[in-house]
């Protein structure tokens, strides 16, 4: 069972990436823009104008163990991870809010933000081996990724061969 609102951190952060024109700017889109680092009080500010649960916030930041300059890619995945139960499918989340694919195509980002993401994580997660990880992005970078560099959600969630957890 996801926490309460979790949900609606998912969608919150895709209207952001994908807003309707006819609802005028959406809060996280304006705050975010593209930034690698967001600081702690404007993150929580956006947090509260979107009525999310700030025991999720706090839970989050301490996991993270952020401060006052946060990685806005690592907040994310830990946001995600509220959502998914395996490392796979909070990837697929992550993959999704940040594919800038908009033409109806599958869910692709660059291989270096998955790979930044997936170590990330699971080092986070604690369960999951350095060596395990490292072989996994060499198998997908070498066997999988074409000669554009992007990762697509099938990539990882359908290939027999690629086992993230």
Same mark, same amino acid.
């Given at each position: 069972?996801?926490? =309460? *609102?979790?949900?609606?951190?998912?969608?919150?952060?895709?209207?952001?990436?994908? #807003?309707? #024109?006819?609802?005028? =700017?959406?809060? %996280?889109?304006?705050?975010?823009?593209?930034?690698?680092?967001?600081?702690?009080?404007?993150?929580a500010?956006?947090?509260?104008?979107?009525? &999310?649960?700030?025991?999720?916030?706090?839970? %989050?930041?301490?996991?993270?163990?952020?401060?006052?300059e946060?990685?806005?890619?690592?907040?994310?995945?830990l946001?995600?991870?509220? /959502?998914?139960?395996?490392?796979?499918k909070?990837?697929?989340?992550?993959?999704?809010? &940040?594919?800038?694919?908009?033409?109806? *195509?599958? =869910?692709?980002?660059?291989?270096?933000?998955?790979?930044? /993401?997936?170590?990330?994580?699971?080092?986070?997660? *604690?369960?999951?081996?350095?060596?395990? %990880?490292?072989?996994?992005?060499?198998?997908?970078?070498?066997?999988?990724?074409?000669?554009? *560099?992007?990762?697509?959600?099938?990539?990882?969630?359908?290939?027999?061969? %690629?086992? /993230?957890e």
């Amino acid at each position: 069972m996801h926490p =309460p *609102g979790a949900a609606g951190i998912a969608e919150t952060i895709h209207q952001s990436r994908h #807003p309707d #024109p006819a609802a005028g =700017p959406h809060p %996280v889109g304006r705050g975010v823009a593209g930034r690698l680092i967001i600081h702690a009080d404007e993150l929580a500010q956006m947090w509260k104008v979107l009525s &999310l649960p700030t025991d999720l916030f706090n839970s %989050v930041m301490n996991v993270g163990r952020f401060t006052e300059e946060i990685e806005w890619l690592k907040f994310l995945a830990l946001a995600c991870s509220s /959502l998914g139960v395996t490392i796979a499918k909070t990837l697929k989340i992550v993959c999704e809010v &940040l594919s800038s694919d908009h033409d109806g *195509g599958p =869910p692709r980002i660059p291989f270096s933000t998955f790979q930044f /993401l997936y170590t990330y994580i699971a080092e986070v997660d *604690g369960e999951i081996s350095a060596s395990h %990880v490292s072989r996994m992005l060499s198998y997908i970078e070498q066997e999988v990724i074409g000669p554009d *560099g992007l990762i697509k959600v099938n990539d990882f969630t359908q290939n027999p061969r %690629v086992r /993230l957890e």
